[in-house]
């Protein structure tokens, strides 16, 4: 027992020299553990005779509690500085931007459309939107397709059932058949019933046809444009898309040529094609002897303007549809149309953007 102040002095020297979690467990176990030297003295109270066992019972089990709090005190110290030091390594600046190495990537079709407005607000137009389901009239009537007219067989329409007749409800009081539109036009009748011209709107939207194959998916996109005032002509036409087509796809000297061709909403009409070659089984877009049609085109069709109640004596203007994947295959060189609905996480790795990617002219559409 004599040993017994000179140990708990040891043992309480020992937990203030634990400088980490593991020294302060060896001198937990060297002073109280089962054959720890505390310990060791509590067994010895066996052979004592009561009086002395009980005054050096006391003894022991006062130093034991001295330790035990050391040892405590001392744990709980280490503790919080073990996790000051992580919190310090650790740091995380929660205002920094996403990381660039994140997962996430923004789709082709998503960057396109955005590369596409960027472009032509650039040239002050402005976003419109219209609804997916249509009726007859906005999709094809007001836009110089009567009933019966032959383009209509031509856009693969998907219908909704037939509504039945209601008095004071009929579906031909209100626009006829429901429809998924099967282009973006329709959103140029929505603009010109409901704003005065001069009118400058771009229209990015999902448009539907009955058609599956290698080249057709029965949902895909397109980006419609219309221009409407009082001075614009054919040439203004041309210069907006010959812009456009060069700012889109980074090249300068990119032939464009207008073709005549033919859309009832238009007059006249023409379909834009840009140059590109094809070396080595390579496509790339440029000079060179090779043509791809991109966009169909043309001055607004004086019916079309009188479906909306804009006087085609005072007013004229021009409108243009692409198709957003088409074009987002040309310019980053996707194969195939089909596996842009595909959701192949590999696929999106490999041609997605990442989401700080924003395309503004200043800053480059594509970096
Ligand atoms: N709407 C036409 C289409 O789907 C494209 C187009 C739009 C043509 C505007 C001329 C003017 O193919």
């Given at each position: 027992m004599q040993d017994l102040d000179r140990l708990r002095a040891e043992a309480l020297a020992a937990v203030a020299?634990?400088?980490?979690?593991?020294?302060?467990?060896?001198?937990?176990v060297a002073a109280l553990g089962?054959?720890?030297?505390?310990?060791?003295?509590?067994?010895?109270?066996?052979?004592?005779?009561?009086?002395?066992?009980?005054t050096a019972g006391a003894r022991l089990n006062a130093a034991r509690d001295d330790i035990a709090a050391a040892l405590d005190?001392?744990?709980?110290a280490l503790e919080a500085k073990a996790l000051d030091e992580r919190l310090g390594r650790e740091r995380i600046d929660v205002t920094l931007p996403v990381r660039p190495e994140s997962q996430g990537?923004?789709?082709?079709?998503?960057?396109?459309i955005e590369e596409i407005t960027a472009i032509f607000a650039q040239m002050g137009f402005v976003v419109a939107e219209g609804p997916d389901i249509e009726d007859d009239f906005h999709n094809f009537t007001a836009l110089n397709i009567p009933p019966e007219h032959p383009a209509r067989q031509m856009h693969d329409t998907f219908y909704f059932g037939e509504?039945?007749?209601?008095?004071?409800?009929?579906?031909?009081?209100?626009?006829?058949?429901?429809?998924?539109?099967?282009?973006?036009?329709?959103?140029?009748?929505?603009?010109?019933?409901?704003?005065?011209?001069?009118?400058?709107?771009?229209?990015?939207?999902?448009?539907?046809?009955?058609d599956s194959d290698m080249t057709h998916t029965p949902m895909f996109h397109q980006v419609e444009g219309l221009v409407i005032d009082e001075t614009t002509h054919m040439g203004h036409l041309k210069g907006c898309l010959i812009e456009f087509v060069r700012a889109y796809f980074e090249v300068d000297d990119v032939p464009v040529r207008f073709r005549p061709s033919f859309f009832p909403f238009t007059e006249p009409s023409a379909e834009v094609d840009i140059g590109c070659s094809r070396e080595g089984g390579e496509l790339k877009i440029g000079p060179g002897a090779g043509w791809l049609e991109i966009l169909g085109c043309g001055m607004v069709h004086p019916?079309?303007?009188?479906?909306?109640?804009?006087?085609?004596?005072?007013?004229?203007?021009?409108?243009?549809?692409?198709?957003?994947e088409r074009v987002a295959m040309l310019k980053y060189g996707i194969p195939d149309l089909?596996?842009?609905?595909?959701?192949?996480?590999?696929?999106?790795?490999?041609?997605?953007?990442?989401p700080l990617d924003v395309p503004t002219l200043s800053g480059g559409l594509t970096r």
């Open positions: 020299a634990a400088g980490t979690l593991d020294q302060l467990e060896a001198a937990r089962k054959k720890g030297t505390v310990s060791g003295l509590m067994k010895s109270l066996g052979g004592m005779g009561p009086d002395e066992r009980k005190s001392a744990k709980t990537r923004i789709h082709p079709i998503s960057q396109t509504r039945p007749a209601k008095s004071g409800d009929g579906a031909e009081s209100t626009g006829g058949r429901h429809l998924l539109r099967t282009h973006t036009s329709p959103v140029q009748i929505r603009t010109m019933l409901r704003d005065k011209p001069p009118i400058r709107v771009i229209v990015p939207g999902r448009t539907y046809r009955c019916n079309v303007l009188r479906n909306c109640g804009i006087d085609p004596n005072r007013y004229q203007g021009f409108a243009f549809g692409m198709g957003v089909r596996t842009f609905f595909d959701s192949d996480l590999r696929w999106l790795k490999h041609y997605g953007f990442l």
